[in-house]
């Protein structure tokens, strides 16, 4: 067969679907490559599977020519993601090829979350029941860097195995979509520490959190020495929280000693002040260039900055 593949989001960074799908078809014999609109004319494949992550994504740009098109993934199915890939691909080694990818190993360890938090879709998608899905040999053959895609690894029964397996693997793991700093406990800061930690993430999204969060992060920095460098936390704004608890949020990750790094929930709708936030602390240039500055503080410059620049020099 004639496999034909297209990434709706872009290639910025590799969709795991298609590359377990491209390994499974390579498997068999077919042909596999990224789909070319101008070749499919002359010459359709046998079939076209478009896979899209992101709901805010637009539809694919050109028309699309094939005996067969499959399409799959959140942005087309909201929340549920559509049907899951067939067991024979889902636990397949990803051909990371697809994208060039040689020193670097995708994939999730555990499903689900328990948390149901109204502005993230994994419980409906992934149910609220963390578990565990995967051992890590089956995304992982010896690369250097392992990027962990899990909701909530902490959560599942089976983490402090999970959490062995990272750590025996002495590859530098980032866990890019956080761990739950109310899980944490002695015992699994422990295996923890022992794992090569390119970057950690944790999140602080609810205000009312503060207690529970603020103190296990303590926890955290106490036993294992992490600052800003290698620790992040994402904080949401522009759903529940004001201005001031917002600005709460980023000064006390701060004194932390931890970077904080702002998500804004439905940007589009979000007002300049949230906008500016964003831009302040997620510009690290900015951000680590005056550690002490304070929200106002960088708002008058920025303001004298886009004076200047606009020829309105009033110095």
Known sequence: MEIRLIDVDGHNFPN????????????????????????????PPDRVYMSKVFTFTPEYEHPVNAAEIIKGGTGYNYPSGGEPLPE????????????????????????????NCEFCIVAKKEGRCSRKVADLPEFWKDQKEIKLLDPNILAAKEHKELLEQLAASGAWVDFTQGLDARLLTEENIEIIKRIKL??????????????????????????????????????????????????????????????PFVMVYEKQTAPQSIKDLQSWVNNRVIWYSNEKATFESYKRSHRVKTEVCNGQNTL
């Not at 795991?16 to 010459?43: C, E, F, N």
């Not at 904080?235 to 006390?252: A, G, I, K, P």
């Open 16 to 43: 795991v679907p298609l590359m377990k799908i491209s390994a499974y078809h390579k498997a068999q014999g077919d042909s596999v490559k990224w789909y070319d609109p101008l070749t499919a004319w002359v010459d």
């Open 88 to 115: 024979e691909i889902e636990h397949i080694y990803p051909d990371y090829g697809l994208y060039g990818i040689t020193s670097t190993a995708y994939g999730f360890l555990t499903r689900g979350c328990p948390r």
């Open 198 to 259: 390119k970057m950690v993430h944790f999140a602080w999204d609810n205000i009312a959190d503060e207690k529970a969060v603020v103190s296990k992060l303590k926890l955290f920095k106490e036993k294992t020495g992490i600052d800003k460098r290698k620790c992040t936390v994402y904080m949401l704004t522009n759903f529940n929280s004001t201005l001031q608890e917002d600005l709460h949020r980023v000064y006390t990750i701060r004194d932390l000693g931890m970077a």
